[in-house]
C-alpha cells in the first residue's frame, strides 16, 4: 500500500499531528519530511494502518478517513489533490479495463447478437450489457441467480462485456447438449449433412486455473466474471473450476490454452466421436487437445473405479472415518465445531490414500498446508473472473494476486509431487489384475499406463494426480458437509437415518461392508436429495460450435451455455416445494417418472463424473459412521448459511454443528 500523507488523530492523545510523508509499506520505518517531528513506524495491517510512534512504544489504529478527517489546512488541500487523481486514476481503469475485457467479436455478428437479444432476460445497457447486476457481494451471486431463473425460466440470456451467455434449464435442453445419442440427433439435420458438429465443452472448475488454459479462462471470464458461474467454473471452477490443467508454469502454456480436440470430426464417423465432440474438448484432466485423447484416456482411467476396487477402498474409508469420528466426538461439550473443516481434512486423507496409495494423516498432525491453498485458490480464481483487467496474464502475473496464485500453484504442484514420489515407490510390484483383488491406487494405474504403452508422460501424470486430488476431495467434502448440515437441521430425518443403520448394525460396531453399504437406502436418498439442494459441482458450461436450435431461438455458435445444477434442482415442476429437504423426492416411483436430465449433480452423458459410485461409498461411510455414535445439531437457519457460488458450491463462513454423543 502506498500513502503520500499521513495525520494522526489529534484525539490520539499525543502531542503531534501531521507525522510522515512517504511510502507505507509493511512493518517499515519511513521518514517524517517538514514536520520537524520524530519518524514513526508504519504498519499496514490490510484493512487498517497502525502508525507506531516510536518513543512511547504506543500503537495507533487508524483508518484513512480519519486519517484526512483530522488534517490540517495543508493536508485538506492534499485530499482535495489525491481525491482528484484517484477519481483520474479510477476512470483510466475503468477504460482500460473494458476495453481489454471486452469481447469485440460480436460487435461484428449483428445478426447472431439478434438471435441472441430474442431469448429473455434482463434487459442490456450498450456496452456493459448486464455487467452491473454482477456488482454484488459474492453471498449474493446465487440468489441473483434463482432470481433470473424464476422470472425467465427455461431459458434466458444475459450479456457481459460482449459475450453472450444462454442459460438453459430444461432437462430436454441440457440432454441435447450433454446427453449422447439424443444429441446428436438434436444437433438438426442441417448440421448432419454438413457433417460438421463442433461442440466444445469448457470444463469451469479449479483445474482451468491450474493449467492456465485459455480457453478454460476464457470459459471462466465468460461464466464466472458475468457471474454466471461459477466457476467451477469453475467458472464453472467452474469455475472454476475443473478444467484446463496442464500444470506447468502457467505462463508458458498459452499455446496450449485452446482447448482443443478434433475440429473437423464428422458425426458420420461414427457414434464415438460424435459423443465425444458433444461432450467437449477438455479431457478428464481438461487439456486434451482431441476429444479421443480424452476419450482414450477416461476409458483407461475407469477401470480404476471397477466396483471390486471401490471394495478395497473400504477399508480405507472405514479407518479414516472412524478418525473423523473420533475427532469429532472429543468435541461434544463444546458449543460447535465447523464441520466443513474436519470433514475436509478427512476427505483429503481417504484420496490420497485410496488413489495415490499414500497416507498424509492430514486428520491428526492437522490442517493441510494443501487445503488451505485449495480454498484460497478458489477465490484467487474467482476474484480474477470478477476483476476484468487482470485478465491479460502479463498484468495478473505482475499484480499481487497473480503473484499469489503462483504461489499456491507452488503449493499444490509440491504436494501432488510429494505425493507421486511417495506413491511411485509403493506402486511397484503391484499387479493390475482385478482377479488377484490387490489394492490398485489410481496412482499405480496411471504408471502402469505411463510404462506399459508410453502413453503418459510424468506431467501427464500430474496432471490426472491433481485432477483427482482436488475432484476427490473437495467434491465429497462438501457433499457430506451439506448432509451433515441437513440431516443436523432435521432431526426426525437424522433419527430415521439411525434406524436404519440400527437395523443394519444393531449394537455392534464393526466397519461397514460393501453389503452393509447396498442396505442403506435411506440414507442414500438424503445423500442425493443434499446434492439436489446443495450440488457440489454447481455448474459447468458447454460452448457451441455451430448455431443450434434451443427451444424456439437459435443459439448462434460461439455462445457459452452455462448449465447450473443449483438452478435446475430447484424445478417446482419436478421437485415440488424445492427448498424443502424431502429425501423421498428420490423414492424409487417418483425418480422412475423423472427425466434423467432432472437431476445432475454429477453431470450426465459421456462426461459425467467418473468418480460418482466412489462418492457415493464414500459419503455413506463416512456418514453411518459418525451417524452411529454421535449426534448432529445445526446451530444455523437455512437463511443464515449465506452460499458462495463458487467451483464448488460452499457455506460462506462454514458450518456450525453441535456434536452430542449417541
Ligand atoms: C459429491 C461428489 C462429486 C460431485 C458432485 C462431482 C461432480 C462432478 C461433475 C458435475 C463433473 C462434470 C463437470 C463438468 O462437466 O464440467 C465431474 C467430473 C469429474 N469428476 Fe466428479 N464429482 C464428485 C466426486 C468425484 C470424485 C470422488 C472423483 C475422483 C475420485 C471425481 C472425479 C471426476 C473426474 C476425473 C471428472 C472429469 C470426468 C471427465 O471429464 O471425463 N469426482 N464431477
Known sequence: MCLLAVYVPQDSGEDFRLVGCGSVLSGKSVPSHGTGLQPLCFLDLRNRIHILNRSVGKKYPVTLVQIFRHTSTEGRMLHYVLTA?????????????AVFSYNWTWLCRRADCKKIDKIPGPKPIPFFGNMFLFILPEEELSKLFLRLYKEYAPTFRL????????????????????????????????????????????RLRFASSLAGNRSAHQCWQVNLLKAAILNPLQAVQSIGPVGERSLGRPRGRWDKLKVGYNENVRLLAGLQQAQALMTGCNGLRGSYKESNKWQGRRKFLTPAFH????????KV???????????????????????????????????????????????????????KAVK???????????????????????????REELRLLQILHGFSDQVMSRGALCVSGYSFDLSKRRRL?????????????????????????????????????????????LLGSHPEVQEKVVEELKGIFGDSDREATYGDLQQMKYLER?????????????????????????????IPAGTQLPILPFLMHRNPEVFPNPEDFNPDN?????????????????????????????????????????????????????????????????????????????
Not at 376 to 402: E, N
Not at 463 to 477: I, K, L, P, R, Y
Not at 531 to 552: G, H, Y
Not at 619 to 626: A, F, H, I, P
Request: charged share 25%; proline share 4%; net charge negative.
Open 85 to 97: 487523481l484517484g477519481i483520474i486514476l479510477f476512470l483510466v481503469v475503468a477504460v482500460f479495463r
Open 159 to 202: 450479456w457481459v462485456m460482449g459475450f453472450p451467455e444462454v442459460f438453459i434449464t430444461d432437462p430436454e435442453d441440457v440432454e441435447s447438449l450433454a446427453g449422447q445419442v439424443t444429441c446428436k440427433l438434436r444437433l438438426s439435420a442441417g448440421d448432419l449433412e454438413q457433417h460438421q458438429s463442433h461442440y466444445k465443452e469448457f
Open 307 to 314: 466396483f471390486k476396487i471401490l471394495e478395497e477402498y473400504l
Open 317 to 371: 474409508f472405514n479407518t479414516n472415518s472412524q478418525i473423523l469420528v473420533e475427532k469429532l466426538g472429543a468435541q461434544v461439550g463444546e458449543s460447535f465445531v465447523d464441520i466443513t473443516s474436519y470433514v475436509s481434512m478427512c476427505t483429503l486423507d481417504l484420496i490420497c490414500e485410496t488413489a495415490m496409495g499414500v497416507q498424509i494423516h492430514s486428520q491428526t498432525d492437522g490442517e493441510a498446508e494443501y487445503i
Open 376 to 402: 484460497r485458490m478458489a477465490k484467487v480464481v474467482v476474484k480474477r473472473q470478477f476483476t476484468p483487467w487482470l485478465h491479460k496474464d502479463c498484468i495478473y502475473y505482475s499484480s499481487p494476486l497473480g
Open 441 to 485: 491406487a489410481f496412482l499405480d494405474l496411471l504408471i502402469e499406463i505411463s510404462e506399459q504403452e508410453g502413453l503418459l508422460s510424468g506431467a501427464d501424470i500430474r496432471e490426472e494426480v491433481d485432477t483427482f486430488m482436488f475432484e476427490g476431495h473437495d467434491t465429497t467434502s462438501m457433499g457430506i458437509s451439506w448432509a451433515m448440515y
Open 526 to 554: 438424503v445423500i442425493k436429495e443434499a446434492l439436489r439442494l446443495f450440488p457440489s459441482v454447481p455448474a459447468f458450461s458447454r460452448c457451441l460450435e455451430v448455431d443450434v436450435k434451443i427451444k424456439n431461438y437459435t
Open 586 to 662: 428420490f423414492l424409487p416411483e417418483r425418480v422412475q417418472n423423472r427425466h434423467p436430465f432432472a437431476y445432475i449433480p454429477f453431470s450426465a452423458g459421456p462426461r459425467n463424473c467418473i468418480g460418482q459410485r466412489f462418492a457415493m461409498l464414500e459419503e455413506k461411510v463416512v456418514l453411518s459412521s459418525v451417524l452411529r455414535r454421535l449426534r448432529l445439531e445445526s446451530l444455523d437457519k437455512r437463511e443464515e448459511v449465506p452460499l458462495l457460488l463458487e467451483l464448488i458450491l460452499r457455506p460462506q463462513n462454514g458450518i456450525r454443528i453441535k456434536i452430542s454423543p449417541r
